[in-house]
């Protein structure tokens, strides 16, 4: 069964602080990753996206990292600031359904305090 | 870069009504858009994928004569909740597709809408 797990399932840090979010796929075949920010009460915004042959991607302060062999993701977050307080999302593409069609995480909850 | 819009942002209905909900690519063509639900703390739930001058596909479970897609034009979709319960108040969330060439395969979402059945 084509699934996306992520972990943990929310988060509180403090500001200037890092953090790492894990994703974890079972999705087959595999087309490619991405990692989404969404604000509450708003649509999902495109962070990364990563192909099978990447295995970092970088964004300012959001660096994504994809290991295609254990079928793992993670999103690093350096010097957080409070606007970062958000769902993070993985997402992958692939599986039967075709490349276009989106398989989502459960996503993680993200609460960076002053 | 891609801008997908919806309209309205937030609605509130009384039971038995229905809701219409627009989903627009503002610079790009779009002949696949998605619709998604979201339910509080939850991630997006694909409901069905509309395809430009043919009938929408939906996902098992989701019933066709309640949600009613009609992709008219290669910019816009509308999401009809007809009939509207309070267990269908929900976030509804919309995505295209821009044709070859451009991010291709890429899903830009819209803002998102919120509805609210009473």
């Known amino acids: 069964k084509n699934q996306v797990e992520q972990s943990p399932q929310s988060l509180i840090i403090l500001e200037g602080k890092n953090c790492t979010l894990q994703?974890?796929?079972?999705?087959?075949?595999?087309?490619?990753l991405r990692w989404y920010k969404q604000d509450t009460g708003r649509g999902p915004v495109s962070l990364t996206i990563?192909?099978?042959?990447?295995n970092t991607k970088s964004n300012g302060r959001y660096t994504a990292t994809l290991d295609a062999d254990t079928k793992q993701s993670s999103l690093h977050i350096t010097a957080s600031q409070l606007s970062d307080s958000a769902s993070y999302i993985c997402?992958?593409?692939?599986?039967?359904?075709?490349?276009?069609?989106?398989?989502f995480g459960t996503g993680t909850r993200l609460k960076v305090l002053a | 870069g891609a801008v997908v819009s919806q309209h309205p942002s937030r609605v509130i209905c009384k039971s038995g009504t229905s809701v219409k909900i627009e989903c627009r690519s503002l610079?790009?063509?779009?002949?696949?858009m998605f619709w998604y639900r979201q339910f509080p703390k939850k991630s997006l739930m694909l409901m069905a994928t509309?395809?430009?001058?043919?009938?929408?596909?939906?996902e098992q479970g989701v019933e066709k004569d309640k949600f009613l897609i009609n992709h008219a034009s290669l910019t816009l979709s509308t999401l009809t909740v007809t009939s509207a319960h309070p267990e269908d108040s929900s976030f509804y969330i919309c995505?295209?597709?821009?044709?070859?060439?451009?991010?291709?395969?890429?899903?830009?979402f819209g803002p998102g809408t919120r509805l609210t059945v009473l």
């Open positions: 990563m192909t099978f042959s990447e």
């Open positions: 509309s395809n430009e001058g043919s009938k929408a596909t939906y």
């Open positions: 997402v992958v593409s692939g599986g039967s359904s075709g490349t276009y069609k989106y398989i």
């Open positions: 994703c974890n796929y079972t999705v087959s075949p595999f087309s490619n």
């Open positions: 995505s295209a597709i821009p044709p070859p060439g451009l991010n291709y395969n890429e899903q830009f």
């Open positions: 610079d790009f063509q779009a002949t696949t």
